[in-house]
């Protein structure tokens, strides 16, 4: 397959395009404030530092936006004259108008740098389950029947390889332990995957906003990202069959269940779509469902996205980080059996194997999940019911998310001030996590990641330190530094 590569917006393949009707859909109603320019502009330079029109984005006609919002072309006329004079688009004569970022000066996140000294709303990493310290002393006394041996399993234990599959099976997707390649963990997984399947210079579709470390993965593995915009309201599904289609990208990586840091869920007919476009661009999909065990809310939950894949182009990445605990480093892909011994030959340029004692600790473990995913779900209902409860009672002018399941809030500041909040946040020994960690061009500045995984009076203590550190913020913005978050 041959694809369009240039660095140069408004000279070919590399500038997505957005057409009249799709661009309207997305400013959404007919604007009340006046005058009209300045609505229709401002709503545009949201959709940009939303990251759901991604910069880089060639916008429609004039007369074509126009005539979408049944509006005169002079109004169209004054608004791309707004966003231009304020830095949100670029323009060349001949060549059209496209969406741009103003440079805040902001630096980027550097290092991963959780903190016991502090209350941590940035790492999504939940205390152990009930059981753990039994499946250790049980996985001890397993042990004997494998010292006889080398202890290298390369492609995974096999009796764990046998668990996963029959999980897997349990929720819908027929899949035999020749499909499953165990990995240290679900990072090791995506950067795998990456490893395998980008080339320097590939296309490769992500959400925005999406997980830190698989944009690091993608690169580290030379990949030209493009972004579809994802909320806690879900996909605009023509939007992202629009970017498969024009992008072709060579994978997408995406994560349809409790995406992070959203916390929206993809249902059956949404992943149907999903596959069949990847299947028509001829592209891979990396599908993270590292917390698809961890709903909260009741209701039934959609098969994995691998039930719609025909021809082996969905590789599932998985872990029990998020379910049992984030020490027990266990994760793993699940694929076809040619690509587990394609993933073989990737393994070897990382490690050899896997710990034994973890992966015995995990095959008991996972014996016994129906149980824990329970206990799992009262633990973060709670927590994430008592996090909003204290959102609305000491701001009230944040608009966070009620996500079904997985670990996190999604927060809708009311001003572009999240780096600068975060840092504030520090000194009032609170570390939440700032919305352009998860963007891969500096967007998202009007979000805030806050994760529900420590106990509900720990998470009001925090809670009151985010409003006196947002009320400095408001009077002496900090200079961002950033972090990266799990």
């Known amino acids: 397959m041959t694809r369009q590569r240039t660095d140069r917006p408004g000279t070919g393949g590399g500038t997505r395009r957005i057409n009249g009707p799709l661009l309207a859909r997305l400013i959404g109603a007919a604007p009340v404030e006046r005058p009209y320019y300045l609505a229709i502009a401002r709503s545009v330079s949201g959709l940009v530092l939303d990251g759901r029109v991604p910069t880089h984005t060639r916008l429609p006609a004039e007369r074509d936006l126009a005539a979408a919002l049944g509006v ?167 939007y992202l069959v629009d970017a498969f289609r024009q992008w072709r990208p060579a994978t997408a990586y995406m994560v349809p269940d409790f995406q992070n840091p959203t916390g929206a869920l993809m249902d059956d007919d949404e992943r149907r779509v999903l596959v069949r476009e990847a299947r028509r661009a001829g592209s891979h999909l990396i599908v993270d469902e590292s917390v698809a065990e961890l709903a909260i809310d009741s209701g039934d939950l959609p098969t994995p996205v691998a039930a719609h894949d025909t021809d082996g182009r969905v590789l599932t990445v998985g872990s029990v980080a998020k379910l049992l ?51 799992r779900s009262r633990q973060l209902r709670r927590n994430r019911d008592a996090l909003l409860e204290a959102l609305r009672e000491r701001l009230p002018s944040w608009r966070p998310s009620v996500p079904a399941g997985g670990l996190v809030v999604w927060v809708s500041l009311p001003q572009p001030v999240a780096t600068a909040l975060a840092e504030t946040s520090g000194r009032h020994g609170v570390h939440p996590a700032a919305g352009p960690v998860f963007g891969s061009d500096g967007t998202l500045e009007r979000y805030l990641r806050l994760s529900y995984t420590q106990p509900p009076e720990v998470l009001a203590d925090a809670v009151d330190r985010l409003a006196a550190a947002y009320d400095e913020t408001l009077d002496h913005p900090a200079q961002p530094r950033g972090r990266l978050y799990v």
């Open 72 to 238: 005169s072309r002079n109004t169209v006329t004054a608004a791309y004259a707004w966003l231009r004079d304020h830095r949100f688009l670029d323009s060349r004569q001949g060549a059209g108008s496209w969406t741009v970022l103003p440079d805040t000066g902001a630096k980027g996140p550097t290092s991963f740098a959780p903190t016991t000294e502090h209350i941590d709303l940035g790492v999504a990493a939940p205390p152990a389950v009930d059981g753990l310290r039994e499946a250790s002393f049980h996985a001890s006394e397993q042990l004997a029947a494998h010292t006889g041996g080398i202890g290298y399993y390369p492609y995974g234990l096999p009796e764990l390889r046998h668990a996963i599959a029959r999980r897997y099976v349990e929720r819908g997707l027929p899949t035999t332990p020749e499909q499953i390649f165990v990995t240290n963990g679900a990072q090791q997984a995506i950067t795998m995957a990456v490893e395998l399947l980008v080339q320097q210079g590939d296309d490769v579709l992500v959400e925005s906003p999406t997980y830190p470390h698989a944009l690091d993965a993608l690169r580290r593995g030379g990949a030209r990202i493009r972004t579809t915009g994802a909320t806690p309201q879900g996909w605009d599904m023509d």
């Open 325 to 375: 605990w984030g020490g027990l480093r266990v994760g793993w892909i699940r694929t076809t059996p040619p690509m587990v011994d394609r993933l073989m030959a990737v393994r070897q340029r990382f490690d050899l194997a896997g710990s034994v004692h973890d992966q015995l600790m995990a095959t008991h473990l996972l014996a016994d999940v129906l149980r824990i995913r329970a206990e």
